[in-house]
């Protein structure tokens, strides 16, 4: 069974900084693109910064020059490094792959279960 799991979260003081990792297992075949995703307290939940397998990345305009995605093919792993934190970066991060487990070779969306980040002093 395939399953993405976050690390990292945390409570951090503005100007601060937080690194989140994400770890796929399980049977897989490939990945495609993953990404950060996140959701704020009574807000829908929107993408934060994306990387294709070849390492080409988007970002939210609010994070850029902040944030910093990046992933680990070897380790199927993809990490958020988050710096100058502002308190409205507070939320529930989640991981996402496209992958292709070996079961069903048939790529889907995983999701993790999710990280909170609070940004307060």
């Known amino acids: 069974q395939v399953q993405l799991m976050e690390s990292g979260g945390g409570l951090v003081q503005p100007g601060g900084s937080l690194r989140l990792s994400c770890a796929a297992s399980?049977?897989?075949?490939?990945?495609?693109?993953m990404g950060w995703y996140r959701q704020a307290p009574g807000k829908e939940r929107e993408l934060v910064a994306g990387?294709?397998?070849?390492?080409?990345?988007n970002y939210q305009d609010s994070v850029k020059g902040r944030f910093t995605i990046s992933r680990d093919n070897a380790k199927n792993t993809v990490y958020l490094q988050m710096n100058s934190l502002k308190p409205e970066d507070t939320a529930v991060y989640y991981c996402?792959?496209?992958?292709?487990?070996?079961?069903?070779?048939?790529?889907?969306?995983?999701w993790g279960q999710g990280t909170q980040v609070t940004v307060s002093s």
């Open positions: 996402n792959a496209d992958l292709i487990p070996l079961a069903t070779m048939a790529a889907y969306d995983y």
């Open positions: 990387i294709t397998r070849e390492g080409y990345t």
């Open positions: 399980g049977s897989i075949f490939s990945i495609n693109a």
